[in-house]
């Protein structure tokens, strides 16, 4: 996906609601953001590409929808050589109900419909190139295997990779699971209240970066 194109407009009201959002989001997780934007803003200072990797243990909901809102942030406040990737600590696939959540939102995505592990391709704009999204391990390839902040998107996996080979930074940003709606009559709106959660403190984050 490329770091500057023009966004779809139903993204781009996304962004402007959660601009609004940022009160709502507690002390602490501003302080592990900030941190975050700093890694960000210090990077691009540099002129050094940035490789951010969002890790959870099945890489098939939080890792992924965290991905794909950083990298649009990043498009949003045209910051450049931002590459987000994604990686879990075993492989199941991007999970169904996290795809419509983030279609429903504005994103275009396409499959290749793959009976297992399908390969997917998020457009969050009319010129993107797309971002290519599947299940994976997170030191698989195209991952980057040194040079990287690891973002650990759930507690088990920061608790299950005390280390993550070849970051550089590590930050923790947890989320509450939204498999707890799955076939609930919530289930649709937990995963959205999920995806304008996790985009709200991306947006913030970059937001932040963008500052600097």
Same mark, same amino acid.
């Given at each position: 996906m490329n770091n500057i194109h023009a966004l779809f407009p139903?993204?781009?009201?996304?962004?402007?609601?959660?601009?609004?959002?940022?009160?709502?989001?507690?002390?602490?997780?501003k302080e592990e953001l900030? &941190?975050?934007s700093t890694y960000i803003s210090s990077k691009q200072k540099?002129?050094? $590409? *940035?490789?951010?990797?969002?890790?959870?243990?099945h890489n098939s909901r939080r890792s992924h929808?965290?991905?794909?809102?950083?990298?649009?942030a990043a498009a949003y406040y045209q910051i450049p050589m931002i590459n987000c990737y994604s990686g879990g600590t075993e492989i199941t696939a991007f999970n169904s109900n996290a795809v419509k959540a983030l279609s429903d939102i504005g994103f275009n995505i396409i499959s290749d419909e793959a009976p297992t592990n399908?390969?997917?391709?998020v457009y969050d704009g009319a010129t993107s190139a797309g971002l290519i999204i599947y299940s &994976?391990?997170?030191?698989?390839?195209?991952?980057?295997?040194?040079?990287?902040? $690891? *973002?650990?998107t759930c507690s088990q996996a920061d608790e299950?990779?005390?280390f993550v080979p070849g970051a550089e930074a590590r930050f923790k940003l947890t989320?509450?699971?939204p498999k707890l709606g799955d076939g609930t009559p919530q289930q649709a709106a937990i995963y959205k209240e999920r995806c304008l959660q996790i985009a709200t403190e991306m947006i913030y984050t970059f937001h932040l970066a963008n500052k600097t």
């Amino acid at each position: 996906m490329n770091n500057i194109h023009a966004l779809f407009p139903a993204i781009i009201s996304m962004i402007v609601e959660a601009e609004k959002n940022f009160v709502t989001i507690p002390a602490d997780r501003k302080e592990e953001l900030k &941190k975050l934007s700093t890694y960000i803003s210090s990077k691009q200072k540099a002129g050094i $590409a *940035i490789h951010l990797t969002f890790i959870c243990t099945h890489n098939s909901r939080r890792s992924h929808i965290a991905q794909i809102l950083a990298q649009t942030a990043a498009a949003y406040y045209q910051i450049p050589m931002i590459n987000c990737y994604s990686g879990g600590t075993e492989i199941t696939a991007f999970n169904s109900n996290a795809v419509k959540a983030l279609s429903d939102i504005g994103f275009n995505i396409i499959s290749d419909e793959a009976p297992t592990n399908p390969v997917y391709k998020v457009y969050d704009g009319a010129t993107s190139a797309g971002l290519i999204i599947y299940s &994976k391990k997170y030191n698989d390839a195209p991952n980057p295997a040194q040079s990287f902040a $690891a *973002i650990m998107t759930c507690s088990q996996a920061d608790e299950s990779c005390p280390f993550v080979p070849g970051a550089e930074a590590r930050f923790k940003l947890t989320y509450e699971d939204p498999k707890l709606g799955d076939g609930t009559p919530q289930q649709a709106a937990i995963y959205k209240e999920r995806c304008l959660q996790i985009a709200t403190e991306m947006i913030y984050t970059f937001h932040l970066a963008n500052k600097t």
